[in-house]
């Protein structure tokens, strides 16, 4: 397999967001994905990546709507973070970095067509024709790009997000990604508290009396009635949280233990 396309003329060429992969792919590479792919059809609800998991393909988009949704909490819940429209491409970051998955994706619609490349022969396509990394490149910066605008946009207008519009472990493994230190403020129902955060860690929390690991359960079982923001410039003068575990662990268990004592109390 073949290209007259060198590395430079694929950084130079135009890379268009809405227009589908394959599309933007040499026909000889387009084909040779076709031809290696499986294809699945999905119907509204069903998952088609489960996030937290090794990446076993990569998938391109042919027909329909997919949701890319956050972690998926212990009680279903889940939060739609973007939309991947026909002839998007996901699942390459898995691969590349060789990490598990960092969002969950969703069929939108009924009838969602799917083209599943094994990670095998993905990783086989990209050692022979290593010039579409460039492209690949550029969808993965397009999207981080989008991402870290919109949490400066959030940090430079002190923004009030919702739980029940954007969860709190959500917004606080992009926080931990990103290694951001700061306060987050919570709010409600007229009760206050905060959560800490040093080098995208917790650090420290507190609510009314209570303080650490204590205070963390408080806030996350607050729910979807809550409210948070950011704020960059202020950091508690204390550290009563263990910050050896991480964020998304530290989150997770405290969501547990307070589902074992709701359900202890019914």
Known sequence: MSSKLGIGDWIASTYEIGKPFLQQLPREYADFLLLNAEIREYDTGEVIIQGGKEGDSFYVLQSGRASICGQILPDGHYSVLAF????????EMSILCNEPTSNTVIA????????????????????????VMVYLYKVMADRLRAKNQAFDEFERLSLLASAKVLPFIDF???MEKSRVTGTVIFECNGEKGFIAFQDGRICCAKC????????????????EETFFKLDTHLM????????????TSLILDALRNIDEKQSAQQ
């Open 172 to 174: 606080a493994q992009t």
């Open 236 to 247: 508690p003068g204390i550290v009563n949280i263990n910050q050896m575990s991480d964020t």
């Open 108 to 131: 939108a619609e009924d009838g969602c067509t799917v083209l599943h490349i094994p990670r095998d022969a993905f990783v086989k396509f990209l050692d022979k024709n290593p010039n």
């Open 84 to 91: 991947a429209e026909s002839g998007a491409c996901f699942g």
């Open 208 to 223: 009314g009396k209570l303080a650490g690991p204590d205070a963390l359960e408080k806030l996350l079982s607050w729910g």
